[in-house]
């Protein structure tokens, strides 16, 4: 066995209505001073009221930061360390989305340590300290509660990462009843980005590639694909949401100590310059990925995706061959994104032809992702796969 390290958060706790006890879970490690980071489309569904609710009673002063955006830039993290800054937080809390959570990390890491982003940025360069931190997802598909990684969008489109286990958080609150009330169409999108990290964790050429990740992997891929269709149109189905939910978690689990690829690296300039939600590039982009990767079979990449079609989709014929479950495993993805409502080409969501050379020039950016595929992947095989996906 190749040695391996395995980080994760260190505390989870997976109940319904659990948000709402985040002062009896956590109050005592965050402090006095909480800054809560989430966004305005919580706000005025009312998700964070419950959480506050609770800190506020046991005594916690609580400043709220709600300026979280979609793909979130440099300037608004800028703004949530100055917030943090100024009510002089003991701890951050986070309740929402990947961004929110993404933006909760790296201000709890730049107002805990004063470290300068700059020099943060890539993998293991955060030194920390960073402030208590507890974070609440309110949607099943980033894993974002057991990563310890955070993504900004810096200078218009290019997007970068901090990934260190410094960031991962101390508790990570998993409340199903946060989930009920997201439209299907961001439920659908979220459930196939988890099931991408899922799917890139378990086929991951990273060296940390392990068998913890592989299990947590398969795992993830059994609660998600039994359940996403359920979460998505009968979305007041708590079990559902809770398996799905969970199986995002570990998802999370999964490539955070066995990193994604290509996928996501295809997936972000679709993000960073047309601002599609980050779930449904992934979505845009994935069969055509995973058939680049299972059509050289050296890489052997074909069995990785055969051994996952039963615990992704065990109604499938399983008596065929590795490469024809493969086929079946990636066709079957396809056929996913189309019943649960997503658009499935590049030209659905007003991507024109003409961009697609600047986006493989640009998805080239992402070596820390790319290093990660199954198969070597150059600009030209970007730009075939985006045409592929168009």
Request: aromatic share 4%.
């Amino acid at each position: 066995m190749s040695a391996f390290a395995f980080h994760t958060t260190p505390q989870m706790i997976v109940r319904p209505g659990a948000s709402g006890e985040v002062a009896d879970i956590a109050g005592a490690k965050l402090g006095p001073n909480i800054l809560f980071v989430t966004d305005k489309g919580i706000r005025n569904a009312g998700l964070e009221t419950s959480a506050i609710q609770s800190l506020e009673a046991a005594g916690h002063s609580v400043t709220i930061f709600d300026a979280v955006e979609a793909d979130p830039s440099l300037a608004t993290l800028m703004q949530a360390v100055d917030t943090a800054r100024g009510c002089e937080a003991t701890g951050v809390v986070a309740l929402g989305g990947g961004s929110s959570l993404d933006i909760a990390k790296l201000a709890a890491l730049i107002a805990g340590s004063g470290e300068d982003i700059d020099e943060a940025w890539g993998v293991a360069n955060a030194k920390g300290p960073r402030l208590p931190l507890v974070l609440i997802p309110t949607t099943a598909g980033t894993g974002s509660e057991a990563t310890p990684v955070s993504i900004i969008t810096v200078g218009g489109e290019e997007k970068r990462g901090v990934s260190s286990p410094i960031i991962l958080p101390d508790t990570a609150i998993l409340d199903a009843e946060l989930t009920v009330s997201l439209p299907a169409a961001a439920t659908a999108a979220t459930g196939i980005d988890a099931m991408v990290h899922a799917i890139e964790a378990y086929a991951s050429r990273n060296a940390n590639n392990n068998p913890i990740s592989r299990m947590l992997a398969t795992e993830a891929l059994k609660l998600l694909g039994a359940n996403i269709e359920t979460a998505v149109f009968s979305p007041d189905n708590i079990e559902a949401r809770s398996a799905m939910l969970l199986g995002s978690t570990l998802a999370g689990m999964a490539f955070a100590n066995s990193p994604v690829a290509a996928v996501h690296a295809l997936a972000y300039p679709i993000g960073g310059t047309f601002h599609i939600p980050h779930g449904l590039s992934n979505a845009l982009v994935l069969p055509q990925v995973l058939r680049f990767n299972a059509a050289e079979a050296e890489n052997g990449s074909y069995r990785l995706y055969a051994d996952l079609c039963p615990h992704a989709f065990p109604n499938l014929d399983q008596s065929a061959g590795a490469q024809a479950q493969c086929a079946a495993f990636i066709d079957r993805l396809a056929e996913l994104s189309a019943d649960l409502g997503l658009p499935t080409r590049l030209r659905d969501v007003g991507i024109g032809e003409e961009a697609l050379p600047k986006m493989a020039s640009d998805a080239m950016l992402q070596t820390r992702l790319l290093v990660n595929n199954p198969r070597d992947l150059n600009e030209a095989d970007a730009l075939a796969i985006y045409k592929a996906a168009w």
